[in-house]
T-cell receptor, first 114, second 116 residues
């Protein structure tokens, strides 16, 4: 079975500060990993995905994530937070490909303060 | 391309009533997925279709839940005899899968169900 664990249900950063959202995965096979963002009362938007190519993945809105097999981690970072980044962020894993069933973490709510 | 559309956006129903939600995927997408998201949780997989065939159902999908995709285009999710525990956001997603590539998901905005 596959799973992801997101450490920290709430993260607060100042505008302009580094954003770091943590995700650790468990998988018996090489995983496909994803980060999604969800704004209030909206669906999920894909930020980036890891599909066994480059371990450093760049996504939309200035976000990136690094796949570290030795640490079973896929943390999401952004060098400088913007007020518009305030949202819920979900890490997800799939087994066999980018269009397979996704298993999501419980989410991290990012708050950006002035 | 208008994205994945879900209807209605919000539904309030009394316990014991039946409800039906509709999802219109991106037209060229052959896979369609349903997920459920309760407050404070990540989405949980319910079921998915490849064209009109329902290929997998989660154990979360009790006998009161049924999903169809009759012509391989839009899909409906019906909940019979709703219970308060069914209150959640129901998310639909679609994707294109062929021999050459998996193109990943596009999610709709969801249907929020409140059972009172």
């Amino acid at each position: 079975a596959q799973s992801v664990t997101q450490l920290g249900s709430h993260v607060s950063v100042s505008e302009g500060a580094l954003v770091l959202l943590r995700c650790n995965y468990s998988s018996s096979v090489p995983p496909y990993l994803f980060w999604y963002v969800q704004y209030p009362n909206q669906g999920l938007q894909l930020l980036l995905k890891y599909t066994s190519a480059a371990t450093l993945v760049k996504g939309i809105n200035g976000f990136e994530a690094e796949f570290k097999k030795s640490e079973t981690s896929f943390h999401l970072t952004k060098p400088s937070a913007h007020m518009s980044d305030a949202a819920e962020y979900f890490c997800a894993v799939s087994r066999t490909g980018t269009a397979s069933k996704l298993t999501f973490g419980t989410g991290t709510r990012l708050q950006v303060t002035l | 391309d208008t994205g994945v559309s879900q209807d209605p956006r919000h539904k309030i129903t009394k316990r014991g009533q039946n409800v039906t939600f509709r999802c219109d995927p991106i037209s060229e997408h052959n896979r369609l997925y349903w997920y459920r998201q309760t407050l404070g949780q990540g989405p949980e997989f319910l079921t998915y279709f490849q064209n009109e065939a329902q290929l997998e159902k989660s154990r979360l999908l009790s006998d009161r839940f049924s999903a169809e995709r009759p012509k391989g285009s839009f899909s409906t999710l019906e909940i019979q005899r709703t219970e308060q525990g069914d209150s959640a956001m129901y998310l639909c997603a679609s994707s294109l899968v062929n021999d050459r590539k998996n193109y990943g998901y596009t999610f709709g905005s969801g249907t929020r169900l409140t059972v009172v």
